[in-house]
């Protein structure tokens, strides 16, 4: 009796996939920024600072502190945070895993390099992002791999970068790409180095059934097993995504106490800026109007530009949204490695003086 061959995984669901990928992009972020980036060239600006919502200073820590800026994040980011849940859960139950171990699988550098390309046209913010993350290491995409795509969506972002061009100057922009390409490769290599054994989480016990049985890719058993998963996907991440926004968004004045000249260029303003910018979370392009406020109301620029590379790529909330997809010790790199490249940045803008 001859063994059993492997069932065709079913082309509509990868169609599926590339439909969702497209249309969802083309609305939640292609379109939005073409036409944001008109208004950036035109304006100079792209809106206000979301630590202040246009006054003077972030306001004292208080519920309604917190519900306020729960409110305005959401509104900024629900469609794409909505997007990646769809993908994250689609690319479990949708696309075949072997595709996924091909591109991503592999702990090299060319599969840095292809999770940093992939990122690009995501340009998703870094929460918005990790229920997609969940979907590859699930998918047992490499560690390194996996990073380079979650960093890559906001560092390497054509878009934020064109707003960071027509806004803050060409050169801000050129420093972040640099720094972006930096962080990007550097922790997904970093990050590959440390994965000695397969940490790579497990699979469900349905993908074992996926192998021969024909059944399996029903259309109607997959669509009700993309339903389970994106509904524990967002059962999972979201509770802990919300109390985490709530915290953050009452202590923005605990974290940004001071907002004037006296955030000089002294190292410890800096790291502090550093560390401060790698645990709060912003919707993508949110660094743009924080730190021209900032540099309009004379704060050096050293810790501007801290912030300006650490805001974006990861935070507190999105880093309980992908600790079970990491090890303890790649969160501490990824973590360690980005507030580092603030405290770089901000030691290059210095020595950079009146060109940045």
Not at 18 to 36: H, Q, T
Not at 37 to 49: E, M, N, R, V
Not at 83 to 100: D, K, M, V, Y
Not at 229 to 248: K, S, T
């Amino acid at each position: 009796m001859s063994p059993s061959r492997p069932a065709r995984h079913p082309a509509w669901g990868i169609a599926l996939v590339a439909l969702i990928a497209l249309a969802g992009l083309f609305y939640v972020k292609w379109s939005p920024y073409y036409d944001r980036a008109f208004t950036a060239a035109q304006t100079h600006s792209i809106g206000a600072s979301i630590l202040t919502g246009g006054q003077a200073a972030p306001p004292a820590p208080s519920l309604h502190a917190a519900l306020d800026y729960a409110k305005a994040y959401g509104l900024a980011i629900w469609k794409a945070l909505l997007l990646g849940l769809l993908l994250g859960s689609a690319i479990q139950t949708l696309l075949p895993p072997r595709w996924i171990e091909r591109w991503l699988g592999r702990p090299g550098a060319s599969g840095v390099v292809t999770g940093g390309l992939l990122s690009i046209p995501s340009m998703m913010c870094t929460c918005c992002a990790a229920p997609v993350i969940t979907g590859l290491r699930h998918c047992r995409a490499a560690p390194g791999n996996t990073a380079a795509y979650w960093l890559g969506n906001t560092m390497l972002n054509p878009a934020t970068l064109v707003f960071m061009g027509f806004v803050l100057g060409w050169h801000w922009a050129g420093l972040r790409l640099a720094l972006g390409l930096a962080m990007v490769l550097g922790l997904g290599w970093a990050l590959n180095r440390m994965d000695k054994t397969d940490s790579t989480p497990a699979n469900d016990t349905d993908a074992a059934a996926a192998g021969t049985d024909p059944a399996f890719f029903l259309p109607g058993q997959v669509l009700r097993r993309w339903a389970r998963v994106f509904a524990g996907m967002a059962l999972r991440l979201l509770p802990e995504y919300l109390i985490l926004v709530l915290l953050l968004g009452a202590a923005r004045a605990w974290l940004f106490p001071v907002l004037d000249f006296s955030i000089d260029n002294s190292l410890m303003w800096v790291v502090g800026a550093a560390l401060v910018g790698t645990l709060f979370v912003i919707p993508t392009a949110g660094e743009v109007p924080i730190v021209q406020a900032l540099l309009a109301l004379g704060v050096g620029v050293g810790p501007a530009a801290a912030l300006l590379v650490t805001l974006p790529p990861v935070s507190l909330p999105s880093l309980a949204m992908v600790s079970r997809s990491f090890r303890r010790a790649e969160l501490a790199v990824l973590a360690l490695g980005v507030a580092g490249m603030g405290v770089l940045a901000g030691g290059l803008a210095i020595a950079l003086g009146s060109g940045v």
